[in-house]
């Protein structure tokens, strides 16, 4: 079934460790994001990626890190976790970057 | 500052219309989208306004204003199943999408 695959479905990290999200599209869409959805706040934005090859920074890029070395795959690195990076995180691609985006079920991380 | 507002809640009865505003001040416009999110799902892709007036997609509609930097989502026949939170959200000049927080609307028998 085409769609947006993201793993693992949930995590609980210890503070300090680094962690790597991943995230898998084979829509062959251009663009990707990294979202992160806490209660009461609307979805806020990582980091994206326009096309295979180019990143940039989102809302909320600190503490975070992301390569698009292809077009199918999105990886959202925790280089040292925190509490406050405890979240719900969406994963997301668009046919290009003014086009409607679809959603990855989401990653649930814990941090302690 | 860039911002998106909704209501945090609203209620309605099964079988009835209800419909949810949305405001915005953002940097530049190229259109407002909205999106479903039922509790613990991904969110899904409704409907995308970038020109004034009323976009009908079955029972769920879409109107925008954007003069007044206004939009809302109208439901139809509401069902159970339409229980969910509703995001607004709207593309910047940037081409960066500003979401709202979303409205969680609850539906009774």
């Known amino acids: 079934i085409a769609g947006i695959t993201q793993a693992p479905t949930s995590q609980i990290l210890a503070a300090g460790r680094r962690m790597t999200l991943r995230c898998t599209q084979d829509m062959r869409h251009n663009a990707m994001y990294w979202y992160r959805q806490d209660l009461g706040l609307g979805l806020r934005l990582i980091h994206y990626s326009n096309t295979a090859g180019t990143t940039g920074k989102g809302e909320v890029p600190d503490g975070y890190s992301v390569s698009r070395a292809n077009t199918d795959d999105f990886p959202l690195t925790l280089a040292s976790a925190v509490p406050s990076q405890t979240s719900v995180y969406f994963c997301?691609?668009?046919?290009?970057?003014?086009?409607?985006?679809?959603f990855g079920q989401g990653t649930r991380l814990t941090v302690v | 500052g860039q911002n998106i507002d909704q209501p945090t809640e609203m209620t309605a009865t099964e079988g009835a219309i209800v419909q949810i505003n949305c405001t915005y001040q953002?940097?530049?416009?190229?259109?407002l989208f909205w999106y479903q999110q039922h509790a613990g799902e991904a969110p899904t892709f409704l409907s995308y306004?970038?020109l004034d007036g009323l976009e009908e997609k079955g029972r769920f509609s879409s109107f925008l204003s954007r003069s007044k930097g206004y939009s809302y989502l109208l439901l139809k026949e509401l069902q159970m199943k339409d229980s969910a939170s509703y995001l607004c959200?709207?593309?910047?000049?940037?081409?960066?999408?500003?979401w709202g927080a979303g409205t969680k609307l609850i539906i009774k028998p």
């Open positions: 953002t940097s530049g416009f190229n259109g």
């Open positions: 997301a691609s668009s046919a290009d970057s003014n086009t409607e985006a679809f």
């Open positions: 959200a709207v593309m910047d000049s940037n081409y960066q999408l500003i």
């Open positions: 306004n970038v």
